[in-house]
């Protein structure tokens, strides 16, 4: 879910609780859409780390769990905005962190969720929505990072 629809439903769900309640404004974009793909995006890759470790290493991945669990087994949308920040802070460090450490092994994935978080980023914090020609840029390049990573693998040596 969009960091800004996140936002507004919180702040809808507080103004109602304290008995002011308002109607809800939130103008949805095509950007937010973007933004809620490349969270779907970043799960299935977390996911699919998970069924790696769960095929490799099972006490790594009872630690790993527990991770996916905390960024995605939110209950209420401040929870999930708060998970969202760390993952954005993670993506956003420059250096090598738990990225890369933990969060996805693979470097082509980790790479990707470095890029992705560099477009959500401005959508929360300054409002510039996530346009169709940078999601399209994002995975044009990533896409042929992939393939030019499956050709090297293939050739021989």
């Known amino acids: 879910m969009a960091g800004g629809l996140l936002s507004a439903l919180e702040s809808h769900g507080i103004a109602k609780m304290h008995g002011r309640p308002k109607d809800f404004t939130f103008q949805h974009r ?42 995605w087994g939110a209950h209420s949308y401040s929870k999930l905005m708060g998970c969202h920040m760390n993952l954005m802070g ?15 092994s693979d470097p082509l994935e980790a790479e990707f969720f470095r890029a992705a978080m560099r477009l959500v980023l401005p959508q929360i914090f300054e409002g510039q929505l ?10 044009q390049t990533y896409i042929q990072k992939a393939e030019q990573a499956t050709v090297s693998a293939l050739a021989p040596a």
């Not at 993670?90 to 996805?104: C, H, K, N, P, Y």
């Not at 996530?130 to 995975?139: G, P, V």
């Open 30 to 71: 095509l950007g937010h859409d973007f933004e809620s793909l490349i969270w779907v995006i970043t799960y299935a890759m977390m996911v699919r780390r998970r069924n790696i470790l769960a095929a490799t290493d099972s006490r790594v991945n009872e630690t790993y769990k527990g991770l996916l669990d905390d960024f």
């Open 130 to 139: 996530i346009t169709y020609e940078k999601m399209q840029a994002l995975f």
């Open 90 to 104: 993670s993506g956003a460090m420059r250096d090598r962190t738990i990225v890369e450490e933990w969060l996805f």
